[in-house]
């Protein structure tokens, strides 16, 4: 028999997804957001980078503004309002102190009880090699969910009245290969849709799909590959870290 997932735990209200990319969101966990706010809930989005260095195309300067407003539009879809974004340099983020200081401090701004990412780990399972952006941002934001509510780790952040924030639960991890929990992606899946299609400069540089086919292929197809694992219901699957 093939492993059940878990339903996500629902005991929570605010929630803070931390990515490093535009558009990680709308591949990654969209459907889910999406149910979320429509239970009323508050869900959040932190990135690390405008996505400057992803449309080969068109160089970075003009690049960064284009993909952060369809950020800003793509997550406007899903109920989504709050849109922060840290100012790294997309493709050369370093796993460090000063990452983890950056996404912690964001968590004790918003306290929020789940904090969502993306794989953190080397590849997408098997040989599909995942990329040096996604793996810092995603090892990072666990670290930091600890380090948030550390008022002796970066202790400079009380001092700026950024107060300690020891109330994160779990940390879900979006795009895993060994997931343990998903959302029922039903109520969700058309929005997710729309929200990806939001990134159109970076989808048509993409592929020679038609943007709206490419995007409604993606997601449900990945929605209906975890239905065998989730009662039959087309899901958003988590690998979820408890605290």
Request: proline share 5%; glycine share 10%.
């Given at each position: 028999?093939t492993?059940?997932?878990e339903?996500m735990?629902s005991?929570?209200?605010r929630a803070?997804a931390?990515v490093?990319?535009?558009?990680?969101?709308?591949?990654?966990?969209?459907?889910?957001?999406?149910a979320?706010t429509?239970?009323g809930?508050?869900v959040?989005?932190?990135?690390?980078t405008?996505g400057e260095?992803?449309i080969?195309?068109?160089?970075?300067?003009?690049?960064?503004p284009v993909?952060?407003r369809?950020?800003?539009?793509?997550?406007?879809?899903v109920g989504v309002?709050?849109?922060?974004?840290?100012?790294?340099r997309?493709g050369?983020i370093?796993?460090?102190?000063?990452?983890r200081?950056?996404?912690a401090a964001?968590?004790?701004?918003?306290?929020?009880e789940l904090?969502?990412?993306?794989n953190?780990?080397?590849?997408?399972?098997?040989?599909a090699?995942?990329?040096?952006?996604?793996?810092?941002?995603?090892?990072?934001?666990?670290?930091?969910?600890?380090?948030?509510g550390?008022?002796?780790?970066?202790?400079e952040?009380?001092e700026?009245?950024v107060e300690?924030?020891?109330?994160?639960?779990?940390?879900a991890?979006?795009?895993?290969?060994?997931?343990?929990?998903a959302?029922?992606a039903?109520?969700?899946?058309e929005r997710s849709?729309?929200s990806?299609?939001?990134h159109r400069?970076?989808?048509?540089?993409?592929?020679?799909?038609?943007?709206?086919?490419y995007?409604r292929?993606?997601?449900?197809g990945?929605?209906?590959?975890?239905a065998?694992?989730?009662?039959?219901?087309?899901?958003?699957?988590?690998?979820?870290?408890?605290r």
């Amino acid at each position: 028999m093939t492993e059940q997932l878990e339903p996500m735990p629902s005991d929570w209200q605010r929630a803070l997804a931390v990515v490093a990319h535009p558009d990680d969101l709308e591949y990654g966990c969209a459907a889910a957001v999406a149910a979320w706010t429509d239970e009323g809930r508050e869900v959040g989005y932190l990135l690390a980078t405008r996505g400057e260095a992803g449309i080969d195309t068109i160089a970075p300067a003009e690049s960064g503004p284009v993909r952060e407003r369809e950020q800003r539009a793509s997550a406007a879809v899903v109920g989504v309002r709050t849109v922060e974004f840290l100012g790294h340099r997309d493709g050369t983020i370093e796993y460090g102190n000063g990452l983890r200081r950056d996404i912690a401090a964001a968590i004790r701004r918003h306290r929020p009880e789940l904090v969502i990412t993306l794989n953190h780990r080397d590849t997408w399972g098997g040989v599909a090699w995942n990329t040096p952006d996604h793996r810092a941002v995603g090892r990072a934001t666990l670290d930091a969910a600890g380090d948030a509510g550390n008022r002796w780790i970066f202790p400079e952040l009380t001092e700026q009245g950024v107060e300690p924030w020891d109330g994160v639960r779990w940390v879900a991890v979006a795009g895993s290969a060994t997931p343990t929990h998903a959302v029922d992606a039903t109520a969700g899946l058309e929005r997710s849709v729309r929200s990806l299609l939001q990134h159109r400069t970076y989808i048509e540089a993409l592929t020679d799909e038609d943007p709206e086919t490419y995007c409604r292929t993606f997601l449900t197809g990945n929605a209906r590959a975890a239905a065998e694992r989730f009662g039959g219901r087309p899901a958003v699957t988590f690998e979820v870290f408890a605290r």
